[in-house]
């Protein structure tokens, strides 16, 4: 066949203009996972650990009882007393005092509990992420754009981490203001960083060589595994998940990324812990200072871990864009491609609502990823106060939490083969086990198991075993929900898919917690949203089991022009190529 304008060396044509085809090398990867380790610690140690019991303890410092609008909720102690106060509190939780009224802020002369203050600045953070998502999300795609908005965004995010050094509780409104900023940049971040990995993947040398030897990229077709293993299928009926080597590559890069980035977070807890104890010693005015400097640190750490990415990434640029050409300066440039990217998330809206089963999965998603972020939050809040623990019992949790992801990432691959279980049974499994926790969480309303005095969450080390839950569960489902999605979309359309499943979640993560404030705030406690949690974990749980992954694969090759490409591919070779039949097969019955 014909070539394009011109090719590698391994004898790929050039897609477009200035297309970066250069063989992916040891560097760059180390690179990409250098950046990338550094954004989990964020995502971990920050958003996950310290951002919410930060703004809840300035908020509380901040705070007056509900009863009188007079009294402060928090006096000044001694930093030795407080740390003393604060570890008898991981051996035995002190009884608490019922009738203590409520803590309350008004920064908009509007009682908002301090407990629910951190819910609701995550849901506008999580509001804005994805309208910043969608405002670049097509624009990375082209040009050079890809690594400058990485890079930036690293900047904005570890930046604003480390200046939460300065938020006096007296203006605590900056805090909710720098995790905004905060979340919008760990969220762009992550998309632009998995946007590198399908050109990281097509481009390594293993992936080329093997495209090679098949005479097209479109000739391989294989299994893959969520762990990202993936080997020769023709004719395998026992599965369904069939993908090229790129992307099986691009799996098992993602999830060494995913296991490198939990362990440095677990290191950078550690020694967080470590840095309480050592400022425990210290007498300060404010008990957020000891957060405050973990914060910095975490900060800190996100800006180094970016330095190897900036020096070792290529640029890969995407296509230019000629359209948005102007002569009315930067700031018209600005706006178009402001309009261009909501304009391409608009088309890429409009081709998915074609694609049924790609719908169905989509709406479950943003209920799924809308009960983990608000479970997260919720169980962070409920753990500082309604049972009292401490900071670093909440950074044990969080190492807990993460140590279990670990675990599940590596062993809901070996369920699965184990119980022979399809990727759907495997996600309805996970959200299943999910359920543990809210309805955990309630039993503690039974008459019989608060006169125990444990159970139903009554002693703050209940929480650890549901920490080691969530966090199982967690380590199979950002594998297995991300692979599964992958099956359901067009190819050649995989970066504006993907844009659109993160836009999804975090825009469906607004809600949760927004919900749980409310709750929190009428009901003056946090125990009542474990009754919404339970039915919004459960929601999903039928769409996922009615989707018809090989219609919706089928649909998805037949939207992407597969069919033809196939059709083509077996017509040059003699019609014998078995790995395209099973395509060929299924688009004749859909026909």
Known sequence: MERDRESNEYGRSLRYENEDTTPTSDRELKGWYSYGLAAEIFAVAGVGSFLPVTLEQLAKERGVLRSDHVTPCWKPK??????????????????????????????????ISTASFAMYTFSI???????????????????????????AFGCVGSVSSMLFIVVAPSIYLLGSVLVILGVASLGSSFVLLNSFLPLLASNHPSVLSAEGQ??????????????????????????????????????????????????????????????????????????????RVVLLFVGVCWAVGAIPGALWLRDRPGPPLRTLNTRRGKAGQVLAYFVFAWASVWQ????????????????????????????????????????????????????????????????????????????????????????????????????FVQSWGVGGLQQAWEIYPLGVVHGFV????????????????PPGS?????????????????????????????????????????????????????????KGRADALAM????????????????????????????????
Not at 127 to 133: P, S, T
Not at 474 to 489: A, E, K, N, T
Not at 562 to 575: E, F, N, P, V, W
């Open 78 to 111: 001694s930093a030795v007393a407080e740390t003393s106060h604060l570890l008898l509190r991981a051996v035995s939780r002190a009884t608490n005092d019922k009738n203590e009224s409520q803590c309350v802020i008004q920064p908009f002369g509007k009682d």
């Open 125 to 151: 953070a999580v509001l804005v992420q994805a309208i910043v998502l969608i405002s670049f999300s097509s624009v990375a795609d082209h040009g050079t754009y890809r690594k400058k908005l990485l890079l």
């Open 214 to 291: 098949a005479g097209s990229p479109s000739a391989t077709v294989n299994m893959v595994e969520p762990d990202g293993s993936y080997s020769p299928a023709p004719g395998d009926h026992q599965s369904d998940k069939q993908t090229s080597p790129a992307l099986a590559l691009s799996n098992k890069i993602s999830a060494k990324g995913v296991g490198l980035g939990y362990i440095a977070a677990v290191l950078v807890q550690v020694c967080s812990i470590g840095l309480l104890f050592g400022l425990g010693k210290v007498n300060f005015s404010s008990q957020s200072i000891p957060l």
């Open 348 to 447: 890429t809206v409009k081709q998915a609502t074609k694609l049924r089963q790609t719908v169905i999965f989509l709406i479950a998603w943003f209920l799924l990823s809308d009960s983990i972020a608000t479970v997260s939050g919720t169980a962070i809040l409920f753990a500082r106060t309604e049972l009292k623990m401490s900071t670093v019992q909440i950074a044990i949790l969080s190492i807990t939490a993460t140590s279990s992801g670990i675990a599940g990432a590596f062993i809901w691959p070996i369920i699965s083969r184990r119980f022979r279980l399809h990727t759907q049974q495997t996600i309805i499994g996970c959200v299943l086990l999910m359920e543990i926790i809210p309805i955990y969480g309630l039993i503690g309303y039974l008459p």
């Open 474 to 489: 967690m380590g199979g489902l950002s594998s297995y929900c991300r692979s599964f999605y992958g099956l359901l979309i």
């Open 494 to 550: 995989e970066a504006a898919f993907y844009a659109l499943y993160a836009v999804t979640d975090k825009g469906s993560s607004a809600i949760g917690p927004a919900i749980v404030g409310w709750i929190v705030d009428v009901a003056g406690t946090i125990r009542p949203a474990f009754a919404f949690l339970a039915v919004l974990i459960a929601l999903p749980i039928p769409l996922i089991y009615i989707i018809d992954t090989e």
């Open 560 to 591: 992407a022009g597969m069919r033809t490409s196939y059709d083509q591919d077996a017509r040059d070779r003699g019609s014998e190529d078995e790995d395209a039949q099973p395509f060929l097969a299924q688009h004749d019955r859909n026909d």
